[in-house]
């Protein structure tokens, strides 16, 4: 049993260890740091005429067609008045009054006659259990009943209402076994986030260990093709909106953390000044024989920040990209499961499964070294006056 817990610090390098009862040794514990590399929304293609028997979502011209009558759809469809469509699905159903648009102003769209996106029939989804419930049933209080996932390696009561909304949405299914171009949020080159594991006795079994995960200052280290990778050198800032510390276990290899809610600054479709949040945030991940941390995350998020890349991506992402923005918020909505709202009794989030990866890497807090890759500095004899 841990009893307490020493930390010295010295220049560059730590040593964090605690005594335990018994013989009374030494029982090394140690503090591991890595920098976020990837963390995106899970994604499962499985065969489309189960996934989507009715077909795809519709693109952004399709629900324009589908707003008018079908007099009016048959005579746009013709060759001679392809302009004439183009200019009123691109211009006049992507705009509103004032100079809004379907993407960014998406609640202002988002009306009782607004198509739906077409919502994925499958039983077999990407993510976690996030509130303890098989199905529909028993979920927490601020839960909304719904449908649970089975994922691909056989876990029940698996949660991802995003996944449901946007897997029939070509954008993000793709085609032809491709990867559809709205399925990333992967790379956070640009916005860094360390993780600090505090504590470690064991990477094969520890029963408390403390995760720390914040923003950083700092640069991430980058290779050629603008991936983070490991052996950089990170601060971790000290504002408490960008930066939680939670508990977490090690069972059978897999960190498992409790919930927590999580906000990071995101820098979304190259613009500042964002925020990535996903509410009772969990990490699942294994270190593997690289010293990375590897697995999943999930948490529920907001319903305008699940949709943020497609708010600051503006009107183009409707007319260019064919995303009917105002449709996929309006579905997402419909299908939030979480924060339930106690005076309207409407889900304000959506459950949302995330890949997690984390390269090994130097961080500091404040100066004094945190967490090094591999827990570097490992003996008292390593330090430095």
């Not at 392809?82 to 988002?110: H, M, Q, S, W």
């Not at 927490?140 to 909304?165: L, M, W």
């Amino acid at each position: 049993m841990k009893i307490l817990r020493l930390a010295f610090a010295a220049g560059g390098g730590a040593l964090v260890a605690s005594l335990s009862t018994g013989a009374g040794q030494m029982q090394p514990t140690r503090d591991y740091g890595f920098v976020l590399s990837s963390m995106g929304a899970q994604f499962y293609v499985g065969d489309d005429k189960i996934d989507c028997p009715e077909g795809r979502s519709p693109s952004t011209q399709a629900a324009f067609l589908e707003s008018v009558t079908a007099p009016e759809r048959a005579r746009l469809l013709k060759p001679e008045n392809a302009p004439e469509l183009e200019r009123r699905y691109k211009e006049d159903y992507v705009y509103g009054p004032n100079g809004t648009n379907i993407c960014t102003d998406a609640e202002l769209f988002d009306t009782p006659d607004r198509i739906l996106q077409k919502p994925v029939q499958s039983k077999i989804g990407p993510g976690m259990d996030l509130d303890g419930a098989i199905g529909a049933a028993g979920p927490a209080p601020d839960i909304c009943p719904h449908d649970s996932f089975t994922s691909p390696t056989g876990e029940k009561g698996v949660d991802n209402q995003y996944f449901r909304s946007i897997a029939c949405n070509t954008s993000w299914r793709g085609v032809g076994g491709g990867q559809g171009d709205f399925l990333g949020e992967l790379s956070w080159a640009d916005s860094p986030v360390v993780v600090v594991v505090r504590g470690v006795e064991s990477w094969s079994n520890d029963p408390e260990v403390e995760v720390v995960i914040a923003a950083s200052p700092d640069r991430a280290p980058r290779d050629a093709t603008q991936k983070v990778i490991e052996g950089g050198s990170l601060g971790m800032t000290q504002n408490p909106r960008h930066r939680v510390k939670v508990r977490g276990e090690i069972r059978n290899g897999v960190l498992t953390t409790e919930p927590a809610d999580l906000i990071l600054p995101r820098h979304w479709v190259g613009a500042s000044g964002g925020e990535f949040v996903l509410n009772k945030a969990r990490i699942r991940a294994r270190l593997n024989d690289k010293g990375e941390l590897e697995g999943d995350a999930g948490g529920y998020r907001p319903i305008d920040n699940a949709i943020a890349v497609l708010r600051v991506g503006g009107p183009g992402v409707a007319s260019a990209a064919g995303v009917e923005c105002a449709s996929v918020r309006k579905t997402m909505r419909l299908l939030a499961d979480g924060d339930r709202d106690p005076k309207t009794g409407q889900c304000t989030s959506i459950s949302q499964g995330l890949d997690f990866a984390a390269k090994p890497a130097f961080v500091f807090d404040q100066g004094r070294l945190a967490g090094a890759p591999g827990a570097a500095i490992t003996s008292a004899a390593a330090l430095k006056p």
